[in-house]
């Protein structure tokens, strides 16, 4: 079975940094565009960023310039650098992959970002 794994989460002040890690197993990685998405209290799931099988990367507008999202085909994992960090990204940050036609769908457990002073 395909398993995901997030790593990274923790408490920061407004403006620091933190990276993100999302080690996979029970799949080929290197085959799928993978995603972060997060989810604060209250809120709707939202995607944030994505990296195709080639390294392109794409972000959602409340975080691009601010976000980098990035992938080690080699480990096997998905890292998301958060910098410049706002209490608003506070959130359940998720690591995803998506690929129904292929019978792979996947959520890491969930690794929790707070933002605050």
């Known amino acids: 079975q395909v398993q995901l794994v997030e790593s990274g989460g923790g408490l920061v002040q407004p403006g620091g940094s933190l990276r993100l890690s999302c080690a996979a197993s029970g799949m080929i990685f290197s085959f799928y565009a993978m995603h972060w998405y997060r989810q604060a209290p209250g809120k709707q799931r939202e995607l944030v960023a994505s990296v195709t099988t080639r390294g392109t990367a794409k972000y959602a507008d409340s975080v691009k310039g601010r976000f980098t999202i990035s992938r080690d085909n080699a480990k096997k994992t998905v890292y998301l650098q958060m910098n410049s960090l706002k209490p608003e990204d506070t959130a359940v940050y998720y690591c995803?992959?998506?690929?129904?036609?292929?019978?792979?769908?996947?959520w890491g457990q969930g690794t929790l970002v707070t933002v605050s002073s």
């Open positions: 995803n992959v998506n690929a129904p036609a292929e019978g792979l769908v996947a």
